[in-house]
């Protein structure tokens, strides 16, 4: 159990005393079994899962995309969301002005009954026709032979924000605008390296918002952060979400 004293400054802040935002990233489904992007055990099939999620790699080739794609949503479904995922959907419950950022595409913070939530990277479960732009919930059967294909004959792709893609401009503007009239930002399993998610804490900061990281290790944000809880988010989060009086002490 990690043990982190947690300042009088963030318990009255938790406390409902103006708008709060927790941007998550990887290290929030640690806990539940999926390889953060830049830790160990990230690799698929020996390649770099960066290498994977680019246009390019789409267009020399989509099958070996999709397969990498596939790989991710049978570990994401495969997997249960934890404590950190399950205190935030309660902090959402409690606290009046609250918003959930992810760059998580897995799901797990939905199925952990989360309500409002700002997508930054897109969704494992959600397909896209590369020449209609339309977006669907992902429907295929299991073992559909890969490239899917839309209607109209097209590729489908994962509606996911690929390296070198713009992120979807209204849900970076919801974030942006959540981030700079917050009061508080926490920052939660992020290695706070892929912008533009990384600049929204240093857009709250600038705006006056209190801010704080929550990781075990030390991350480009650290020196930014006005408090730094070192820990797992499944031990901080809930910690948190007791401070707020959005879950009994001890109930995690
Ligand atoms: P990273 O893999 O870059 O960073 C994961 C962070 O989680 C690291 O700082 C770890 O120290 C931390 N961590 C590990 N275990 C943790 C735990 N139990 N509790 C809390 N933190 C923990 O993942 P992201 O920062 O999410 O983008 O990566 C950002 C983006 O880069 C991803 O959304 C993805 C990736 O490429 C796209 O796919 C567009």
Redesign the pocket.
């Known amino acids: 159990m990690a043990s982190v004293a947690l300042s009088d400054r963030l318990r009255t802040l938790l406390r409902g005393n103006g708008p709060v935002v927790f941007l998550?990233?990887?290290?929030?489904s640690?806990?539940s079994g999926l390889a953060?992007?830049?830790?160990p055990g990230?690799l698929w099939r020996g390649r770099d899962?960066?290498d994977l999620?680019t246009p390019d790699a789409f267009a020399r080739d989509p099958g070996l995309v999709w397969e990498f794609y596939d790989w991710r949503r049978a570990q994401a479904a495969a997997a249960a969301p934890n404590a950190?995922h399950r205190a935030l959907a309660e902090l959402e419950r409690s606290i009046p002005e609250f918003l959930l950022v992810t760059?998580?595409?897995d799901g797990l913070h939905e199925r952990a009954g989360s309500r409002e939530i700002v997508r930054?990277?897109?969704t494992l479960w959600r397909v896209r026709c590369v020449r209609e732009g339309t977006e669907i919930e992902d429907l295929r059967p299991r073992l559909a032979p890969l490239p899917p294909r839309c209607v109209c004959g097209e590729l489908l792709r994962p509606a996911?924000?690929?390296?070198g893609?713009a992120l979807p401009e209204d849900a970076f503007a919801a974030a942006a605008r959540a981030a700079r009239r917050s009061a508080l930002l926490v920052v939660?399993?992020?290695?706070?390296?892929?912008y533009p998610?990384?600049s929204l804490p240093a857009i709250a900061k600038s705006e006056g918002a209190y801010l704080v990281e929550?990781?075990?290790?030390a991350?480009a944000l650290s020196p930014l952060a006005d408090e730094v809880l070192r820990?797992?988010?499944?031990e901080?989060v809930p910690l948190l979400a007791e401070a707020a009086g959005a879950i009994r002490e001890g109930a995690r």
């Open positions: 998550t990233g990887a290290g929030v640690a806990e953060t992007f830049r830790g990230g899962p960066m999620a950190a760059q998580n595409v930054l990277h897109g996911v924000v690929w390296f893609e939660a399993g992020t290695s706070s390296l892929v998610a990384a929550v990781n075990p290790e991350t820990g797992p988010a499944g901080i």
